[in-house]
């Protein structure tokens, strides 16, 4: 380890990143699980959606014959850390990687050794997602002390072959106008306790909505009954449904499936030709409603989280 050495990445370097993360994509059993792009460009967008600087965000560790051997990178808001020289004990990083280029030249445990000391100097902890399908890479975590959180399953929508919804919705879904609309508190607040949001909820929201998010939901007289959030990804063909949630005492009246079939509408009219959501496994419900309207699984992953 002591003849690696970390330094930015550069543009020449894209083309080795890009080669191993089409092979990642294509065989999950061989690395991470987030973020799981098949390309250098969707890489650099999901550090856009941060708004972060991909060339200052991603490293690459060099060999003593100044090869690129591995690389590495850490997601995380910038205004929530603050100063770049300050240590913010109370923020936690995403770790991007480890993506080996040559596996003879350097070990798994020493690509995460220079991330995990990297992220040490920044933030409280550091989170890692590590696919089902590489059982090699979670005893290797786990090992190094850290610790296994909850599952979660991704699925994904392919616009190709799928046929638009035909029929009426059992129920009308409207778009917040903004930051000033007045169903917003009560969207925050119920996609709060859904998701065991923990911070000021409408402002959460309306960072989202800032942010480029779009936001719909459902009401009757009285209350929002359902909502949901979904992202077209910048410089990208794809889309993420964010978070959809349905008040308990409204569940089983198709608020969920109307909400779902106005994310994908939109998507698919500003060009995506995929979307992704990730899900907790355990949920049935949600699980049907989506493999319903054309969500397939795609991978299952569990995150860790080391805290420094």
């Given at each position: 380890?002591?003849?690696?050495?970390?330094?930015p990445i550069?543009?020449?370097?894209?083309?080795?990143?890009?080669?191993r993360?089409?092979?990642?994509?294509?065989n999950p059993?061989?690395?991470t699980?987030?973020?799981?792009?098949?390309?250098?460009?969707?890489l650099?967008?999901?550090?856009?959606?941060?708004?972060?600087?991909?060339?200052?965000?991603?490293?690459?560790?060099?060999?003593?014959d100044?090869?690129?051997?591995a690389?590495?990178?850490?997601?995380?808001?910038?205004?929530?850390?603050?100063?770049?020289?300050?240590?913010?004990?109370?923020?936690?990083?995403v770790?991007?990687?480890?993506?080996?280029?040559?596996?003879?030249?350097?070990?798994?445990?020493?690509?995460?050794?220079?991330?995990?000391?990297?992220?040490?100097?920044?933030?409280?902890?550091?989170?890692?997602?590590?696919?089902?399908?590489?059982?090699?890479?979670r005893?290797?975590?786990l090992?190094r002390?850290?610790?296994?959180?909850?599952?979660n399953?991704?699925?994904?929508?392919?616009?190709?072959?799928?046929p638009k919804?035909?029929?009426?919705?059992?129920?009308?879904?409207?778009?917040?106008?903004?930051?000033d609309?007045?169903?917003?508190?009560?969207?925050?607040?119920?996609?709060?306790?859904?998701?065991q949001?923990d911070?000021d909820c409408?402002?959460?929201?309306?960072?989202?909505?800032?942010?480029?998010y779009?936001?719909?939901?459902?009401?009757?007289?009285?209350?929002?009954?359902?909502?949901?959030?979904?992202?077209?990804?910048?410089?990208?063909?794809?889309?993420?449904?964010e978070?959809?949630?349905?008040?308990?005492?409204?569940?089983?009246?198709?608020?969920?499936?109307s909400?779902?079939?106005?994310?994908?509408?939109?998507?698919?009219?500003?060009?995506?030709?995929?979307?992704?959501?990730?899900?907790?496994?355990?949920?049935?419900?949600?699980?049907?409603?989506?493999?319903?309207?054309?969500?397939?699984?795609?991978?299952?992953?569990?995150?860790?989280?080391?805290?420094?």
């Amino acid at each position: 380890m002591h003849s690696l050495k970390l330094r930015p990445i550069r543009s020449a370097d894209l083309p080795l990143l890009e080669a191993r993360l089409q092979r990642e994509f294509d065989n999950p059993d061989s690395g991470t699980a987030y973020p799981r792009c098949k390309t250098t460009g969707e890489l650099i967008a999901e550090f856009k959606l941060y708004g972060l600087d991909w060339r200052r965000e991603l490293r690459i560790l060099e060999a003593a014959d100044v090869r690129p051997v591995a690389a590495f990178g850490l997601l995380y808001s910038p205004e929530d850390l603050g100063s770049r020289t300050m240590i913010n004990r109370s923020e936690a990083a995403v770790a991007v990687g480890p993506y080996r280029f040559d596996e003879a030249a350097v070990a798994t445990e020493d690509v995460l050794a220079f991330m995990e000391r990297l992220a040490g100097r920044r933030f409280g902890s550091l989170r890692l997602c590590v696919g089902a399908a590489n059982p090699d890479l979670r005893e290797i975590v786990l090992n190094r002390g850290w610790v296994e959180g909850r599952e979660n399953l991704e699925m994904g929508w392919v616009a190709e072959g799928q046929p638009k919804a035909e029929g009426r919705d059992a129920w009308t879904v409207h778009r917040l106008t903004g930051r000033d609309d007045p169903r917003l508190p009560q969207l925050a607040t119920l996609l709060a306790d859904h998701f065991q949001w923990d911070d000021d909820c409408a402002g959460r929201l309306r960072e989202y909505l800032a942010e480029g998010y779009h936001a719909g939901y459902v009401h009757d007289d009285n209350a929002v009954l359902g909502a949901a959030v979904w992202l077209k990804v910048a410089d990208t063909d794809f889309g993420r449904l964010e978070y959809l949630a349905v008040a308990p005492e409204a569940r089983r009246h198709q608020i969920g499936t109307s909400l779902v079939r106005a994310t994908l509408d939109d998507l698919r009219s500003a060009g995506c030709s995929a979307v992704f959501l990730s899900m907790d496994p355990s949920a049935t419900a949600a699980r049907a409603v989506y493999v319903a309207q054309g969500f397939v699984p795609t991978l299952r992953y569990s995150t860790f989280e080391l805290s420094f």
